[in-house]
């Protein structure tokens, strides 16, 4: 009996989840490929003397994305045969979860489509090698991975046989939409057109712009957990909720009840479109969105309101104002953040891993990881997408975020090398992992495939910082440039946590920043010469500070302290001092930010 090195990776991965135009797209997307995973962990186990590598143990059905795509294994049985029949369980288990979404689709599609692009989208490689005795196991794990890489550069390329004239799914582009055509409104004029969006968004999910593929259908059906999965509109507004936690109750739930019963007279049961499927103890089963007027507005059409949609908007705006009122607090900021989180250096620890048994020690610790993620995020009342090995994907309020991202980065180093663990895990040069994360704030409205975008740009500025173990955030308002700042941990957090405080205790003027930035762009070259030697940049940079006024404070200038963070932020800036001079500034523009959230939910000074 011959033993092999068995591996397995299920794609797509990247672009899948990314073609996601709401969150439970996102999240959907994010648990099939992990349950897909989690089919073929079994179907290895269930082989004559198979023995799991990564993942260290057969995942549970527990319903959460916590698989992740590429299995490796020990496996005793003819690799061919096994690799057919994990390709087989794959396909069999998608086109089961299409099945239970089909029968929640309540209107006409063209089935023999959709059929055939649901069991197109699966891509599932595997790779063997021979593992005699004498074998050494780093050598063949790379032959296996050298396999795996040949394999997806030889990927198969079938002809399409869906191909039609029907306009393009609006989700991904790539497939075509299976509900006809005559299903959409002709425009605003159609006489039917309020109708035929009501049945849209009954009958597919569907809004009257959306054309929807099989696969956008059965992310939008498939209902294979207890989904209460929050907008991004719901995040947005958790600072503001967690400050009317800490209200009186009473006079709360009196100004929310009475602002629902408003809205209910203004729009009747298209309220109930508002409705999740969690239980909050303030909102029940409404979206956090109902408590931002952006999204209020979209209950409100010319043409379910008999023409008079502007005066309920207005009316409507005036109901959302008076529930402030009642309960004494400003509305949200509606931002939120994209976290993504990606460990450092693993595929060199994992490569100078020489045992069998310490890399199924690495890949437990990994697992524990993800376990002890998925509850941090939820400590910060973050939504988790995705958390498996050292890859992790949330949406979190700005209140908590900072705090959240710290904890995710200490635990990670705590959990993968224990101070009281007999076997510590690093690369061939004696670094350890490290966790680096990209954080994207942005706007509950943006685009949740452009936010995705936004957060995986965070991510690429964090790995670009040397040595990596880093912090990137990428702020994007909805008007001007974005901001992104960047450093490594244990700094740039610091610093942004000092600014965030000075902020909130107004010894840092809200105008600062921004003259720091005006400084910078007048000061950088148009001819390739510098205008002032970086020393004299630094001074002037010093002297603005110095002489800034606070909106209130104990002096007329900074405080001592104030001053000698900036200079110490100036100080450790690397790169040409114009460059220090503009990372600093977006530190405190990103800083002023978080600081108005934490204010907002009544957070302690830290």
């Known amino acids: 009996m011959t033993t092999h090195l068995f591996l397995v990776t299920l794609g797509p991965v990247q672009g899948f989840i990314a073609a996601a135009r709401r969150t439970r797209d996102l999240w959907f997307g994010s648990w099939l490929l992990s349950d897909l995973a989690r089919i073929a962990v079994q179907q290895i186990v269930q082989s004559v003397g198979a023995q799991l590598i990564f993942p260290a143990q057969l995942p549970s059905n527990s319903g959460e994305a916590n698989v992740a795509n590429k299995i490796l294994a020990i496996v005793t049985v003819d ?6 029949q994990v390709i087989d369980a ?3 288990r998608l086109l089961a979860l299409w099945m239970d979404a089909r029968k929640e689709v309540g209107g006409q599609i063209d089935d023999t489509i959709a059929t055939d692009q649901i069991s197109d989208l699966p891509e599932v490689y595997w790779a063997a090698v021979a593992l005699p005795a004498n074998t050494a196991y780093p050598q063949a794990r790379r032959q296996v991975e050298a396999l795996m890489a040949a394999r997806k550069a030889t990927r198969d390329f079938a002809p399409v046989t869906w191909g039609s004239n029907a306009p393009k799914s609006s989700i991904d582009g790539l497939r075509e939409s299976v509900i006809p055509e005559s299903a959409y409104p002709k425009g605003k004029n159609d ?7 009501e049945a849209l968004y009954k009958r597919y999910g569907a809004g009257p712009a959306e054309r929807l593929s099989g696969v956008d259908l059965l992310k939008r059906h498939a209902q294979p957990v207890e989904l209460a999965f929050a907008s991004t509109s719901d995040i947005a507004v958790r600072p503001v909720l967690s400050r009317l936690k800490a209200l009186d109750q009473k006079q709360v739930r009196e100004a929310w009840n009475s602002y629902i019963d408003a809205l209910r007279k203004m729009v009747g049961d298209r309220l109930d479109e508002e409705r999740t499927g969690r239980k909050h103890w303030l909102l029940g089963h409404y979206d956090g969105g109902l408590l931002l007027e952006s999204r209020l507005h979209e209950l409100f059409t010319e043409t379910s309101n008999g023409g008079n949609a502007r005066a309920k908007r207005e009316q409507a705006s005036k109901a959302l104002s008076e529930f ?14 994209i976290l993504l989180a990606d460990g450092d250096r693993m595929g060199a620890t994992i490569d100078h891993q020489q045992t069998i048994d310490r890399h199924i020690e690495l890949s437990r610790r990994l697992s524990a990881f ?3 993620a998925r509850q941090i995020i939820a400590q910060h009342e973050g939504s988790l997408v995705y958390a498996g090995g050292d890859d992790v994907l949330a949406l979190l309020p700005l209140h908590t975020l900072l705090k959240c991202a710290q904890e995710l980065h200490n635990r990670f180093r705590e959990v993968l090398n224990p101070a009281d663990a007999a076997i510590r895990f690093t690369d061939a040069s004696g670094h350890a992992p490290t966790l680096s994360v990209g954080i994207a704030i942005v706007h509950h409205l943006e685009p949740l495939s452009d936010a995705l975008a936004l957060a995986r740009a965070a991510e690429r500025a964090a790995k670009a910082v040397k040595d990596k173990d ?6 994007s308002k909805r008007s001007g440039a974005d901001v992104t700042v ?3 941990w244990g700094s740039l957090d610091k610093r942004l946590q000092q600014f965030i405080t000075m902020h909130r205790l107004d010894a840092l003027p809200d105008g600062a920043a921004f003259q720091l930035r005006n400084l910078a762009e007048r000061l950088t070259p148009t001819q390739g010469r510098l205008t002032l030697p970086p020393e004299a940049a630094l001074a002037e940079t010093k002297r603005i500070i110095g002489r800034k006024q606070p909106r209130r404070g104990q002096d007329a200038k900074l405080a001592d302290a104030t001053r000698e963070a900036i200079d110490d932020a100036l100080s450790a800036g ?5 460059q220090v001079i503009r990372a600093v500034a977006d530190e405190m523009i990103v800083a002023r930010l978080l600081a108005r959230t934490a204010d907002l939910a009544e957070l302690p000074l830290l």
């Open 574 to 578: 690397d790169g040409h001092a114009l």
């Open 191 to 197: 006489p039917h057109y309020q109708s035929k969006v």
């Open 90 to 92: 794959v396909r069999e």
């Open 324 to 337: 402030y009122r009642r309960c004494n607090i400003e509305p949200s900021d509606p931002y939120y953040a």
């Open 370 to 372: 993800a376990d002890r």
């Open 486 to 488: 960047q450093g490594r």
């Open 470 to 475: 880093a912090l990137a955030i990428v702020l």
């Open 79 to 84: 690799p061919a045969t096994l690799g057919a």
